[in-house]
């Protein structure tokens, strides 16, 4: 049986998700950073360059980094909080070291 998650506490998942807004809006500045600088590179290296080309790649820097950033922030909550051992793992059963639920055997 699952044991209950730290973050069913109120005050802890609070805590937790101020945590992770936290780095969201520090990623979100560091993204803003980020393409503003690759902006400029792109503007004073290359002539001639459409429009879209800066839409484009503001839009791909930004999405890309706020994508992984998010992904990586639920990973730190996740693991921070202490949740990722309330999960119960029932597939430790399946090893080779129990031949009776080995499910690779085949009789």
């Known amino acids: 049986m699952a044991r209950p998650s730290p973050l069913d506490d109120p005050e802890n998942a609070a805590f937790a998700w101020a945590r992770y807004k936290r780095l969201m809006r520090f990623m979100?500045?560091?993204?803003?950073g980020?393409?503003?600088?690759?902006?400029?590179?792109?503007?004073?290296?290359v002539e001639d360059v459409s429009p879209h080309f800066f839409i484009a790649t503001a839009l791909g820097i930004g999405f890309s980094m706020l994508l992984m950033s998010a992904l990586m922030g639920l990973v730190f909550l996740s693991s921070g909080t202490g949740h990722d051992e309330s999960v119960?793992?029932?597939?430790?059963?399946?090893?080779?070291?129990?031949?009776?639920?080995?499910?690779?055997?085949?009789?």
């Open 34 to 45: 980020v393409v503003i600088i690759a902006m400029v590179i792109i503007y004073k290296e």
């Open 88 to 107: 119960d793992n029932s597939l430790d059963d399946l090893g080779p070291s129990n031949p009776q639920t080995d499910w690779r055997k085949r009789d």
């Open 28 to 32: 979100f500045g560091l993204t803003m």
